[in-house]
């Protein structure tokens, strides 16, 4: 009887033992994948933070960018005008996106259409101020010429007006 209450109380020890050793490989088993849930949700925080930070540098750089032909000319000026509500606009759709959107994998997707966009309008803007800029020169050039040339024919006139003062009235009759 005690041999079978020794027997029972060893099986019993030996049942807990085993329940012990596969609770304490459950937990590090559960522990190992927690922290790889871990890593691989940090690692998409941080991506979105790159992505947010990419966006928000290429919005200041397009801002700064476009605020430094401020004062060439009119034209570029009325451009300006025209770009810096649209990069605002865009600035305001990019603080709303990252308020409204939850899922991590999208907003980084939205993210990157959002400065793909805003690199698209940052080479129009610059496209149209480069050929402004070229115009702009082109006409300073022809200026420069038609100053020239006005410089000359005014040169020859009063060329012309010294002569004929010289001349005496009675040549005309």
């Known amino acids: ?40 949700y940090e690692q998409r925080v941080d991506t979105l933070i790159i992505e947010r930070v990419n966006v928000e540098k ?8 476009l605020n430094n032909y401020k004062g060439v000319n009119s034209q570029l000026d009325s451009l300006l005008a025209d770009a810096n509500p649209k990069v605002d606009e865009q600035d ?40 402004l800029l070229v115009a702009n020169q082109a006409l300073a050039v022809e200026k420069e010429m038609l100053s020239s040339n006005v410089k000359s024919l005014a040169q020859n006139l009063e060329a012309t007006v010294n002569t004929a003062s010289v001349l005496a009235a009675e040549y005309f009759r």
């Open 58 to 65: 290429e919005l200041n750089d397009t801002r700064s960018e």
């Open 1 to 40: 009887m005690q041999n079978n209450t020794q027997t029972a109380k060893k099986n019993k020890n030996s049942l807990w033992l085993v329940l012990l050793g596969v609770s304490v490989l459950l937990n590090i088993y559960q522990w190992r994948k927690q922290s790889d849930t871990v890593t691989v």
């Open 92 to 131: 305001k759709r990019i603080k709303t996106l990252i308020k409204k959107e939850k899922n991590s994998g999208e907003l980084n997707a939205k993210l990157k259409g959002e400065l793909d966009e805003l690199r698209r309008m940052r080479e129009e803007y610059l496209g149209k101020i480069d050929s």
